[in-house]
Nanobody, 115 residues
Framework: QVQLVESGGGLVQPGGSLRLSCAAS????????MGWYRQAPGRRRELVGF???????TYVESVKGRFTISADTAKNTVYLQMNNLRPDDTAVYYC?????????WGQGTQVTVSS
């Protein structure tokens, strides 16, 4: 079973940046679009954006122009570069296949945006 391991989260001030990584134990990126998702306290998990196996990325409106998704298929890793972070970006961030989340969820990585 493919395992997903997210990393790179932390505490950052508003306006700051973080780069998250999601490493898969097997090659999934070359055959499936990969999404980044997040779950804020008391809220449902939501899609942040996804990248196709051709390298095209799409984002939800709230992160457009601030977040960038990329993938390194040789490393079985997908990245989420987050700039100009806001307090409402605070959440646990996860990756999974898109549009259907076919893999078991990893533990996620906590992102906290606070002054």
């Amino acid at each position: 079973q493919v395992q997903l391991v997210e990393s790179g989260g932390g505490l950052v001030q508003p306006g700051g940046s973080l780069r998250l990584s999601c490493a898969a134990s097997e090659d999934v990126f070359s055959v499936s679009a990969m999404g980044w998702y997040r779950q804020a306290p008391g809220r449902r998990r939501e899609l942040v954006g996804f990248v196709t196996n051709e390298g095209f990325a799409t984002y939800v409106e709230s992160v457009k122009g601030r977040f960038t998704i990329s993938a390194d298929t040789a490393k079985n890793t997908v990245y989420l570069q987050m700039n100009n972070l806001r307090p409402d970006d605070t959440a646990v961030y996860y990756c999974n296949t898109w549009p259907t989340e076919r893999l078991s969820w990893g533990q996620g990585t906590q992102v906290t945006v606070s002054s």
